[in-house]
């Protein structure tokens, strides 16, 4: 047997979503029109893709049509990777977990029709697309728990927040329910953390000799932050910082 790693599948319900939002009920443009803007990587037309990436629902604020279509997007990958046999003849079962491959495989995508442009990260896991889930760890979480994860062998949710914001027992407590309340009530699988502020991320960057023990979960282990490549270091920063 083995596994399938599935990388992107928020970008690609997100961007789906889109077409059907922008173009088809919205009416905004054309479908001609966004595929020239996706080919020109948005190039003159920032204004679009602003629109794009703020003003079409984004899944992780537990919005119902745009978490429909990633949970549609879920299931379409379940179903081509199960139509598989591993080279031993064994079941191969799909999961999200991205460990770094998000950001090599961002590098080979063209402009995504959420907004996103071409060679940027895609999202890790099924956590949402960085800085788009606007309402909260509670939302993120409902959000992901849409999804039929019974069919799926892993699929990481990444909740980053400050260490100012658990220092408190009962912010603590809080943090804690969510995790609990995600995993157990909304049948999630996975959750990793990061108890982080991106002002200690850059400081480490632009600093990195005052910051060799610095250690940060990146998806799915754990490494010394001024070790990681520049660009994986960049999507760690760019991660939402979940207030509590």
């Known amino acids: 047997g083995g596994t399938a790693t599935g990388v992107g599948v928020v970008t690609a319900g997100e961007s789906l979503y889109a077409i059907r939002k922008a173009v088809f009920e919205d009416g ?16 003159g037309r920032e204004e679009l893709r602003q629109t794009l990436w703020n003003k079409i629902p984004r899944y992780g604020n537990d919005e119902d049509g745009v978490d429909g279509m990633v949970r549609q997007t879920a299931s379409w990958y379940y179903d081509e990777v199960e139509c598989h046999n591993s080279p031993n003849g064994g079941k191969i079962w799909p999961e999200f ?5 998000h950001v090599p495989l961002g590098m080979a995508t063209g402009a995504m029709p959420n907004g996103r442009k071409s060679g940027e990260p895609h999202q890790t896991g099924i956590t949402a697309t960085s800085g788009c889930d606007r309402k909260g760890p509670t939302a993120l979480c409902r959000s992901a728990g849409k999804l039929d994860l019974t ?8 909740l980053t927040t400050t260490p100012e914001a658990v220092a408190a ?22 959750v990793q953390t990061n108890v982080v502020s991106p002002e200690v991320l850059r400081d480490a960057q632009a600093d990195p000799e005052s910051y060799r ?19 994986l270091q960049d999507d760690i920063i760019r991660r939402t910082v979940q207030p509590l």
């Not at 977990?97 to 491959?101: G, Q």
Request: hydrophobic share 50%; proline share 0%.
């Open 28 to 43: 905004l443009l054309t479908m001609a029109e966004l595929v020239d803007a996706l080919d020109a990587n948005f190039e």
């Open 97 to 101: 977990h991205s460990v770094t491959f």
């Open 151 to 158: 069919r799926a062998n892993a699929a990481s949710l990444f």
């Open 169 to 190: 027992a009962d912010k603590c407590r809080k943090f804690s329910d969510i995790v609990r309340t995600y995993l157990t009530d909304l049948k999630g699988l996975h």
């Open 213 to 231: 023990n610095l250690v940060v979960r990146v998806a799915g282990y754990s490494a010394f932050f001024v070790e990681l490549d520049k660009k």
